[in-house]
C-alpha cells in the first residue's frame, strides 16, 4: 500500500457526461500528480499541483481540468466524455514540487469506462 | 523533448534464473534521474528502483539491480532469482532535476515479463 488513495475504483459512465476523480496524497506530501494509462497512449502525464498551485501541464484535454483543495486531496474533473477518453487514471504524491530527490507514489487508479 | 524506448515489448525468464530488462532514453540534460516501476495485473504502479544520473554506482534493491550507462543512455534492469511474483508490466521512466515544472514522470511503453514455473 503506497499510502496514496483514490476513488473510486470504477466508474462507468455515457458519452457526454462529466467524471470526477478524487485523489488524497501521501501524508506530508505536497504534490498531486495525474497520469492516463490508455492502450494506445501508454502512461501519460496530465498535471501537477503542488500545494494548491497548478505547478506543471502536460498532455491534459481542455476538456479536463483539476484542482487541489487546502487539505492537499485533488479532484480530476472529466466533461464532455468521448469513448477515447476511458482509461486508467493514476494519481501520484511526492513530499516536494519534483525536486531533488523526490519519488512519486502511485496510488491504485480509476478505471473509467465511457459507453 | 526526452523520450523513454522500451524495445522489448515481452520478456520471458524461468523462475529462479537471471534476467534483463532494457531501457534507452533521449535527453539533453546533465542532470535527471531513472526509475523502474512494476505493474502486476492488480494494476498498481509499484516502484522497483531509481537512478540519479550524478551517480556512477548502479543502484540495487534486493534482487533488482541496474546497470546505468550515462553516455550510451541506457538503463536496464536486472532482475536475479526470478520468482513468480516478479511478472508484471515494467515500466521505465524519467524524471528531469530541474524540479518544480519538470518533476513529472515521461514512461516508456513497458515490457511484459512472463515467469515460468
Known amino acids: 500500500d503506497s499510502g496514496v488513495t483514490q476513488t473510486p475504483k470504477h466508474l462507468i459512465t455515457a458519452t457526454g457526461q462529466r467524471v470526477t476523480l478524487r485523489c488524497s496524497p501521501r501524508s506530508g506530501d505536497l504534490s498531486v500528480y495525474w497520469y492516463q494509462q490508455s492502450l494506445d497512449q501508454g502512461l501519460q502525464f496530465l498535471i501537477q499541483y503542488y500545494n494548491g498551485e497548478e505547478r506543471a501541464k502536460g498532455n491534459i484535454l481542455e476538456r479536463f481540468s483539476a484542482q487541489q483543495f487546502p487539505d492537499l486531496h485533488s479532484e480530476l474533473n472529466l466533461s464532455s466524455l468521448e469513448l477515447g477518453d476511458s482509461a486508467l487514471y493514476f494519481c501520484?504524491?511526492?513530499?516536494?514540487?519534483?525536486?531533488?530527490?523526490?519519488?512519486?507514489?502511485f496510488g491504485p487508479g480509476t478505471r473509467l469506462t465511457v459507453l | 523533448a526526452q523520450t523513454v524506448t522500451q524495445s522489448q515489448p515481452e520478456m520471458s525468464v524461468q523462475e529462479a534464473e537471471t534476467v534483463t530488462l532494457s531501457c534507452t532514453y533521449d535527453t539533453s540534460e546533465s542532470d535527471y534521474y531513472l526509475f523502474w516501476y512494476k505493474q502486476p495485473p492488480s494494476r498498481q504502479m509499484i516502484l522497483v528502483i531509481r537512478?540519479?544520473?550524478?551517480?556512477?554506482q548502479n543502484a540495487t534493491e534486493n534482487r533488482f539491480s541496474v546497470n546505468f550507462q550515462k553516455a550510451a543512455k541506457s538503463f536496464s534492469l536486472k532482475i536475479s532469482d526470478s520468482q513468480l511474483g516478479d511478472a508484471a508490466m515494467y515500466f521505465c521512466a524519467y524524471r528531469s532535476d530541474y524540479g518544480g515544472s519538470q518533476g513529472n514522470l515521461i514512461f516508456g511503453k513497458g515490457t511484459k515479463l512472463s515467469v515460468k514455473p
Open positions: 537512478q540519479e544520473a550524478y551517480k556512477q
Open positions: 501520484a504524491s511526492s513530499q516536494t514540487s519534483g525536486e531533488s530527490t523526490d519519488t512519486q507514489y
